[in-house]
């Protein structure tokens, strides 16, 4: 069964030091990865996404995730964390193909920044 | 990115009454959409997946009856919370996606959410 696996949840880093979100996944296929941002008593928002390609996405906020489907991971990292990072992370698998895709999600980490 | 709009994004309702949510792709044709349930500093757990014109298809140990789904447009779907009670206050998420329009690639946009108070 697919799965996603936030072994983190929480993490307390400083203003302007680096972040490193760890996730694993279970999956028979070739995944689909995202990563999401959530603020408190708010939906979701999309950080970046890998389907193929290059193994290292970048995406919004200074983000980025690299895949290695070696180690089942898809960690999530940021060079300089800003005060304004501090939300909860989710990282997602997306599994099963047309009508019967759908989003797999981690427990979560929260990121707590410290000033 | 695409916009999903889901109201009301908070609802206090007694115990024994029914409520709806709704859930909007405002700017593109949602072929599918999903609703969440998240329980306070919890994970999102998917509760159902609807195809417009479809049937829904729920999770396992989601009650079907409890939670209606109807997704009767490109645009729309509800969840309808029959005959809540305190133990069904959460937070509510629905997305959407359109994969047949905009690739098999494409990401699903997420609501808002609906905060839920049964009392």
């Given at each position: 069964?697919?799965?996603?696996t936030q072994p983190d949840i929480h993490i307390t880093v400083s203003e302007g030091a680096s972040l490193e979100l760890r996730c694993n996944y279970s999956y028979g296929a070739?995944?689909?990865?995202?990563?999401?941002?959530?603020?408190?008593?708010?939906?979701?928002?999309?950080?970046?996404?890998?389907?193929?390609?290059?193994?290292?996405?970048?995406?919004?906020?200074?983000?980025?995730?690299?895949?290695?489907?070696?180690?089942?991971?898809?960690?999530?990292?940021?060079?300089?964390?800003?005060?304004?990072?501090?939300?909860?992370?989710?990282?997602?698998?997306?599994?099963?193909?047309?009508?019967?895709?759908?989003?797999?999600?981690?427990?979560?980490?929260?990121?707590?920044?410290?000033? | 990115?695409?916009?999903?709009?889901?109201?009301?994004?908070?609802?206090?309702?007694?115990?024994?009454?029914?409520?709806?949510?709704?859930?909007?792709?405002?700017?593109?044709?949602?072929?599918?959409?999903?609703?969440?349930?998240?329980?306070?500093?919890?994970s999102l757990m998917l509760m159902a997946t609807s195809n417009e014109g479809s049937k829904a298809t729920y999770e396992q140990g989601v009650e079907k009856d409890k939670f209606?789904?109807?997704?009767?447009?490109?645009?729309?779907?509800?969840?309808?919370?029959?005959?809540?009670?305190?133990?069904?206050?959460?937070?509510?998420?629905?997305?959407?996606?359109?994969?047949?329009?905009?690739?098999?690639?494409?990401?699903?946009?997420?609501?808002?959410?609906?905060?839920?108070?049964?009392?």
């Amino acid at each position: 069964a697919q799965s996603v696996t936030q072994p983190d949840i929480h993490i307390t880093v400083s203003e302007g030091a680096s972040l490193e979100l760890r996730c694993n996944y279970s999956y028979g296929a070739t995944p689909y990865l995202f990563w999401y941002v959530q603020s408190p008593g708010q939906g979701l928002q999309l950080l970046l996404k890998y389907f193929s390609g290059d193994t290292l996405v970048q995406g919004i906020k200074g983000f980025e995730a690299e895949f290695k489907r070696s180690q089942s991971s898809f960690n999530l990292r940021k060079p300089s964390v800003h005060w304004s990072d501090a939300a909860e992370y989710f990282c997602a698998v997306g599994a099963g193909v047309d009508s019967s895709y759908k989003l797999i999600f981690g427990s979560g980490t929260r990121l707590l920044v410290r000033p | 990115g695409a916009v999903v709009s889901q109201h009301p994004s908070r609802v206090i309702c007694k115990s024994g009454t029914s409520v709806k949510i709704e859930c909007r792709s405002l700017d593109f044709q949602a072929t599918t959409m999903f609703w969440y349930r998240q329980f306070p500093k919890k994970s999102l757990m998917l509760m159902a997946t609807s195809n417009e014109g479809s049937k829904a298809t729920y999770e396992q140990g989601v009650e079907k009856d409890k939670f209606l789904i109807n997704h009767a447009s490109l645009t729309l779907s509800t969840l309808t919370v029959t005959s809540a009670h305190p133990e069904d206050s959460s937070f509510y998420i629905c997305s959407a996606r359109d994969p047949y329009r905009q690739g098999i690639d494409t990401e699903a946009f997420f609501g808002q959410g609906t905060r839920l108070t049964v009392v």
